[in-house]
């Protein structure tokens, strides 16, 4: 971003509201950004690696390391009696989730033991010969066998009610019950987990981790190593993404990379292969959505009975957060009059399942959009219309199951523009048509909207802090508690830092995120990142700005309305000052340099014993119409046109933006189409590979892809900028796909009948649902 | 013998000896070189992000292409020209137009991936100008990114010479020079790399190779490494010692024989795709959608036969061809057909000292119908789970005289669905009759039923596929297909 130009003097460069580079693009294309594992590895420095069971659900009888330890290389083996603290890395204490297993294996993968050896392969091959007995139990793996099997949930369930239901079912004129199972997901980080332990002097460690969150990470080592937080630092210059996958699953990795490193007083490096990453750690949660539904004939909803059961794994994790944003998200767009919303999350022998770009609400949004649907294949309506018919009012129809008035609601600006931008109608009518002529090939058209809650429903969670320098040349040290994913929040966050000051951006120098300047932090997750950091760095600016300023008018005794912060200097009265100028005078007259900034999200509460509150601040919204053609005879499909409206508010950064509704589709459309998680009868993760686990690749993306920024909104909430949260909400377009593929499988019936698909639509499904449906029509005309 | 591998890195001529004969290069360029700027993503050559071009005699011609680092064996690069991410810059520090046009573009968000995307998109640069978007999307199959959703990147991909021309590019303006100094790291010296009694042996001749294979008979046969390579990344396995074929150029040759294609069993799949091109366009779509583009550059037609896949994508459609494989020991040789090559999984008609030195490929005659489906889960860089190839000839009765039907995925081994085609025989190629062929295939397989697809489903689709063969073979008009063939042909809206 230095580009070389001398400073402008109308507008600095990288301001708000400008398609700024993302801060690395020049270093990530050169191959110059730095990686955990790019490092320059400290002398002395050995490699750990995780030594996993090999069954889903057992005793363990015996444990035999001889092997392992007399294996070439191996320096040494660490168990749970190695665990100087506590054995635990459970993020909700509910001491759940030990780092090494000791009497129990809970499901395929679970780390047992941990061996440390002079190179990498050693290591691995050390890892294989732990010689494990068992007692096997049967493995609980999915949803209907947690179900079957009565096991526990792994944490206290929510109910989210409003109104009478009961008697709003019995009443209304038309009731529907179903059922639809949602598929989990892989995060697939490029960049998998990494943990670089550096011991210290007294009781500290330094830990370099591929984290969302370091403040959890130095807690949970802390935990673990028996020392307190001071003694413990985590630092994260950036992650080869994230997407929810590092929230909490990076702890594991940095405890044990920790403990050694104490032991051994020796640099520890811990890198999971991509398979052992995929096998040990967490996903998003599978759903199964069963729901009543009560309507009239016209298609208005008139109640909502529903229960979300989620495969959450052997440990509660982050369960409860996810099932209950499940719930918070299972309206989208619309006004349900009486509804009653549980979640049941179940306890299974699988990994703990956990956060990822949504945390929940895309499986509550889609089975919002499976009830619309449903409605509308039974009174014979266009789904767009029943979708319109229900959505939230304005100044009525707009009290949410949790009791929130949405006070925000532009969803009817958003689809006119998707309608018009997309020539939704006619093409819907055009596919029809080819249909009529076309024998195998069968096209699909829908159309979805979003609407996404920002706020921790934790709402304690919704604070942040920055720290910023100025040192004596006017250039600027900048420091807050989010963490760099590729979300581009480091550059918005400077954007941010360079508007207040008004320099340019190359001024800002974007520092690593470390517990050691900015405390207490929350994970860098919600999508909260830039309204949260970009408020405390703001706070920190302006605490700065009003020292100079005071400063200022003290030293050339001009009132203070007359200093302006104008680009890259000051107007003080009459006279304009450059800024590195101003920051030297300041600093000789002995003002300080340096503030820190906190911010907390105004206007939250959650009551979640009671269900009522007002757990976000606002909602950000949007709109995806969407094409397919798929093959009648394999089941195969493809995207052909996709139309995104997507909601901003006053963008800070329009090119990171956009990066981030695209990028979220597309992980959408992979999570509902070809990335399939499948276990074996044996309790055992097989798709841990990308050779078998399919995310999209650059083919997959639609062949006409056309995507805007909801343009002339702002934020109606003073967040920063007035700009709106873009991490999770357009993951959710991608619904678009899937009942575009829906619709064109409903062809084969001539839309009569819904096709009750369920996620992940692969082709395989696609192809059983069109035989289904080939099947319905059959029957249909034979009776 | 000569104990040292030699190769060009960046500018650098790199002699290594005795290393370990089965580091990687991915291993070695980090850790030894301390090229860091290629990253591990998979460790399996499935996601890109160790992408580097590798340079290389070919005919005389330099050639480079792009491939991955994670599951190449160093040893193996001998003789060859490395290019890493670092190599890209321009001498005075600025950035090459492939990574100006990424930058500009906003081709990268967490910026792992985006090495092995750069190199991918630079091996293309070198070799084409302006590729379409097809062709784009074919060379970054092999290259996943979790970020973007592939949009900037396409961009970035068709603006590169936006930013700077191809010619001025250092290895293109100086590809004479570095022919001739790669021509002298060149000879005919068997290559021996050893460490503590493990080695990898590398001849340069077919009939070193052939000695050398009949004096280490159970040596691991190693050519392209797309599937070996991950006996030693994934099961950690010790696989010498390693006799490595990539080094015998003759191995590599494509000829046309006029009435056969012959194919040297170390020729990769980007050559043998464009030979089998030429007699069927839809065998050209089979190999365009072969594993990813740097599977494509490394993996061979024999390294895809010998290893016995259930689920390798080119036996099916060789055997439908009738393709015939020659045997090598010493100097003997046998010939025998495809099929009866594959005796149960994963188990191979190879005998101690033999190994696979050329494939025939009878083209078929202009009567044929020839049909070819590759159905997975995602269309590109995924490995079947069903693959269909058929052949099938009518006589002057227009009754069905011959009809060969070979599929992957629906058995131990790729196998002809024996009952079927006996069913056709003499018969009309009619609905009728292919009803009658899908009710044998339920006699002729037990299909697989793992995380790629059901068992149900293969053998739903795999009788489907013959519908589908019946359908483009006897009406012209009739769409059959979602991607590949008519791909070409569709719309794309600018993106603003």
Known sequence: MADGTPSNRDAIRGGVHRPQAHDSAHKHVAGEALYIDDLPEPAGLVHLYLGLADRAHARIVSVDLAKVRAARGVVAVFTAADVPGVNDISSTGLHDEPIFATDRIDYHGQPIFAVAARTRAQARRAAKLGVIQYDELAPITDIAAARAAKAPLVTEPLT???????????????????????????????????????PGEDRDVTIYSSTQHPSEVQHMVSHALGVPSHAVTIECRRMGGGFGGKETQANLFAAAAAIAAKKLNRAVKLRPDRDDDMIITGKRHDFVVDYEIGFDDDGRI???????????????????????????????????????????????????????????????????????????????????????????????????????????????????????????????????????????????????PVKFGISFTATWFNQAGALVHIYTDGSVHLNHGGTEMGQGLYVKVAQVVADAFQIDIDKVKITATTTGKVPNTSATAASSGTDLNGMAALAACDAIKARLVDFAAERWSVPKDQIAFLPNRLRVGNQEISFPEIVKAAYMARVSLSATGFYKTPKIHWDRKKGIGRPFYYFAYGAAACEVLIDTLTGEYKVERADIVHDVGHSLNPAIDRGQIEGGFIQGMGWLTTEELWWDDKGRLRTHAPSTYKIPVASDRPTIFNVAILEGVKNSEPAIHRSKAVGEPPFMLANSVFFALSDAIASLADHRFCPRLDSPATPERVLFAVERMRALAAGQEAA | MRRTIRFLLGEETREIESSDPTATLLDWLRADARLTGTKEGCAEGDCGACTVAIGRLSGGRLRYEAINSCIRLLATIDGCHVVTIEHLKRSDGSLHPVQQAMAAHHGSQCGFCTPGIVMSLYALWLNEERPDETRIEDALAGNLCRCTGYQPIIAAARGISDFGRRREDPL????????????????????????????????????????????????????????????????????????????????????????????????????????????????????????????????????????????????????????????????????????????????????????????????????ALIHVSKVSKRFDEDISSVCGAFLLRRGPDGLVAEARLAFGGMAATPKRAANAETILKGKPWSEESVALAIGCLAVDFKPLDDMRASARYRATVAGNLLRRFLMETTDAAIATRVAGLMRADAPRAAHG
């Not at chain 1, 956990?354 to 889609?366: L, S, V």
């Open chain 1, 160 to 198: 989210l009610a409003r109104g009478d239901i009961e008697s709003a079912m019995k009443g209304a004129p038309r009731r529907l019950k179903g059922s639809m199972t949602i598929g989990g997901q892989d995060h697939f980080y490029l960049e998998g987990q990494i943990a670089l332990a550096v």
């Open chain 1, 302 to 448: 008139h109640a909502v009975d529903a229960v979300y059961a989620a495969r959450c794994g052997f440990s509660a994790d982050l369960s409860g957060p996810v099932t209950d944003r499940a719930l918070f998200h299972a309206d989208n767009c619309y006004f349900y009059p009486a509804v009653r919303l549980r979640s049941e999350p179940l306890k299974t022998t699988t990994c703990s399942n956990t956060a990822f770009r949504g945390f929940g609400g895309p499986q509550g949004m889609i089975g919002a959009e499976r009830f619309i649907e449903e409605i509308a294949f039974a009174t014979a309506k266009d789904p767009v219309d029943i979708r319109k018919l229900n959505f939230y009012g304005v100044a009525e129809r707009n009290v949410t199951p949790y009791h929130q008035t949405i006070e925000d609601n532009i969803i009817a600006k958003v689809m006119e523009e998707i309608e018009r931008r997309s020539d939704f109608r006619a093409r819907q009518a055009a596919i029809r048509a080819f249909n009529r002529d076309s024998k195998i090939l069968k096209r699909g058209i829908a159309l979805t």
């Open chain 2, 172 to 367: 293109i303006a100086n590809a004479d020079a570095i022919a001739a100094r790669l021509k002298t790291l060149r000879d005919e010296e068997t290559l021996l790399v050893e460490q503590e009694e493990r080695r990898l042996i590398a001849p340069a001749t077919v009939n070193a190779l052939a000695d050398a294979v009949v004096k280490e008979p159970r040596a691991t046969m190693l050519a392209g490494g797309t599937d070996v390579g991950l006996w030693v990344t994934k099961e950690m396995r010790d696989i010498a010692p390693v006799i490595y074929l990539g080094r015998v150029e003759a191995l590599k040759r494509v000829e046309d024989r006029g009435d056969a294609l012959i194919f040297g069993a170390g020729a990769n799949h980007i050559d043998v795709r464009k030979a089998l091109a030429t007699i069927h366009p839809q065998l050209d779509e089979l190999m365009r959608r072969f594993g990813g583009e740097q599977i494509r550059n490394a993996g061979t037609i024999g390294g895809n036969i010998a290893n016995g896949s259930p689920i390798g994508d080119l036996p099916p459609a060789l055997i439908a061809l009738g393709a015939t494989i020659m045997l090598r020991r010493g100097a003997g040789r046998r010939v025998i057909p495809l099929e009866q090559f594959f005796i149960a999984y994963r188990k191979q008609d190879r005998r101690a000292g033999e190994f696979i030195e050329t494939i025939t490929v009878p083209k078929p005659p202009p009567d």
